[in-house]
């Protein structure tokens, strides 16, 4: 197991420490810095682009936050760059701008985003860089494939998986019953090996998250905690949330 003390030692801000009101949007240098100076670890997520980049942005397409339209990897880096979002002056970053950016001061907790289509640039552009990366960081990822990845190209890098118990929500309708069952039991678990889970809030506790963390000795962070009750159960199935909407 790879899993450090500092992935557990302070809360983590999900997509940073954003504050829509204030002008402080998910994923942005902004959020970046307000979590830096909170003191927080930070959460964000990670997109591949045409060109092999590795870009600092939560959704598939671009629509919710910028003025542009379509798939994310369908543009490169510079393009995804110049891009406006809606609601701040800040620019896209890559993941080598972010670690810049951080330069070593808080962990960095990154989700590598997939289609679930067998790609695994955005895996492979994520160990590469973070090959030289001497600050505290650990990549994580809903997709067992690119977990299986990150073990197979930089196993020293803390790697996690990202899950839920039942994936009911809408967003998973073209998974199979089958994979939903194997995601939801860690199934993948011996080809994965994951140092660290990362399980919805709502649906703990969960017997694979559970036994992970009780039997297997992996460290369990909980996604996103933005209320009381969340705070609760973090507190009480957790060893350290992923939060937003409010200050620990």
């Known amino acids: 197991m790879n899993a450090p003390d ?97 330069a070593g001061r808080v962990p960095l907790v990154i989700e590598l985003k997939s289609l679930y289509d067998g790609d695994a640039r955005v895996a492979e552009r994520a160990c590469d860089v973070l090959a030289s990366y001497a600050g505290p960081a650990a990549l994580m990822s809903f997709d067992p494939d690119l977990v299986a990845a990150v073990r197979r190209l930089a196993p020293r890098i803390p790697r996690g998986i990202t899950m839920e118990r039942r994936y009911d929500d809408p967003e998973w309708h073209g998974l199979s019953a089958a994979t939903k069952f194997i995601w939801g039991n860690l199934l993948h678990f011996p080809r994965t090996q994951p140092d660290f889970v990362a399980h919805y809030v709502k649906e703990l506790p969960a017997p694979a998250a559970t036994l992970a963390r009780r039997q297997l000795g992996r460290p369990l962070l909980t996604w996103t905690v933005r209320t009381e009750e969340d705070r609760a159960i973090a507190r009480a199935q957790a060893d350290q949330m992923i939060f937003e909407g409010f200050r620990p």
């Open 6 to 102: 500092w992935l557990v030692a302070r809360p983590i801000a999900h997509r940073g420490l954003h504050e829509p009101a204030a002008g402080i949007i998910e994923n942005t240098p902004s959020a970046i810095d307000a979590a830096i100076a909170g003191g927080y670890a930070i959460e964000v997520d990670l997109q591949p682009t045409a060109d092999g980049e590795a870009m600092v942005f939560h959704d598939d397409e671009l629509e919710r936050l910028t003025t542009a339209h379509g798939p994310v990897k369908a543009r490169t880096a510079r393009e995804l760059a110049a891009l406006d979002f809606r609601a701040t002056a800040d620019r896209m970053m890559s993941l080598p701008d972010l670690l810049l950016r951080v």
